[in-house]
């Protein structure tokens, strides 16, 4: 059986030739992003100057098994399948009966999850013959994928990094210009949107709302530019779907199906990346998972937001989309999971905790970074900071498995090292890290700010 599992992480072939597409098994469908303007849905036409023509087929979608582009799949080849691998040491450490596997997504080029995205996005650009791609980036691990796969088809990459980011983790800009991309530090003086928020708050720490302004103002402004997100959208979740299609197959050959399954949750790509497929399974009965999101309590959409229509950038040049959210003018602190720093949650996914569909909780970046150190210490894999928030978890319930005897099968997503967050590392280390818990009245006040849609 090992063997066979092996031979499975390993073998190239094994890399999905479709992603999967979750609206298609829903039982109700999500609600429709509406024109900021006309409060009518959205359709192709408004999405244009921002997407390419397949991308947007993607995002509205509801073809079950979409087939990925062979293009795509030979770049895949650089790192896919991913290992997924059993936490035995950790395990021991925690004296638990509960057997833990992660899926290891911190082997790619720019040591994330990211790429499985941003591959296809910039190889669908480069078909409609666009020269430039304009993003955000929070931690970096985005900036860095879609500056790695711009590369790849020789497009332009211009990135706009949250400041307390662009700050924290410098190497992760330094790799952005490794692979070809213009990064700035939002906001930033370049745009009209970042320049405004420099006037009213010269040392805004930034958020993921403002660099997405930047970065949609710029794109918009340029025909042969186009805008690329990395979380949130339903075609970026779409995308990510290859971590779980691949899981369902090592865990078979592993002999085991998950009882829990635990992902950290920031817009959402690498949560849904991992658990859409066992969703489906779940929808038609094949196994039953409980299925758990965890954000960080100093920006909790999920267990803290408003579900309503709200805009996904702070300067509201993008269409309305009913999600969790803290409001689009909500400036998150500057905890170190800086891709977990989004105001909404992807409305794909908000529609499904509407459903009841998975569980959310929240979790103090203190105790998240020393179940990093834990598993650094025991596995070896140093994580990045938002995999610490569901490693968070998958410690407490491993301990809760200790008191009650339970032998039960975790399944997370490590989806990314943290090599370029050894700083961050430092800080807690040295007792310097501090907690974040929101004030509720933070929250109220940015919510006051909703569009009346």
Known sequence: MMAEATRILLDESRIPRNWYNIV????VPPPPPLHPVTSEPVGPDDLAPLFPAELIEQEVSAERFPAIPESVRDVYRLWRPTPLVRARRLERSLGTPARIYYKYEGGSPSGSHKPNTAVPQAYYNARQGIRRLTTETGAGQWGSALAFACAQYGLECEVWMVRAS?????????????YGATVHASPSPVTSSGAGI??????SPGSLGIAISEAVEVAGSDPETRYALGSVLNHVLLHQTVIGEEAIEQMAAFGEAPDLIVGCAGGGSNFAGLTFPF???????RMDPVIRAVEPEACPSLTRGTYAYDFGDAAGFTPLLK????????????????????????????????????????????????????????????????PTHALAEVVAEALRCRETGEEKVILTALCGHGHFDLN????????????????????DTALAGLPGA
């Open 323 to 386: 999600m969790h959210t803290l409001g689009h003018g909500f400036i998150p602190d500057p905890i170190h999971a800086g891709g977990l720093r989004y105001h909404g949650m992807s409305p794909l996914l908000s529609h499904m905790y509407e459903l009841g569909m998975f569980e959310a909780v929240a979790r103090a970046q203190t105790e998240c970074f020393e179940a990093g150190l834990r598993f650094a210490r025991t596995e070896g894999i140093v994580p990045a900071p938002e």
């Open 279 to 285: 969703l489906r399974e779940k929808l038609a009965g």
């Open 424 to 443: 961050a590392y430092d800080r807690y280390l040295s007792g310097e890290m501090e907690d974040f818990p929101l004030p509720q009245e933070r929250i």
């Open 24 to 27: 298609a098994d829903l039982p």
């Open 198 to 203: 420099l006037a009213e708050y010269p040392e």
């Open 166 to 178: 662009y700050d924290q983790k410098p190497h992760r800009r330094s790799l952005m210009r490794v």
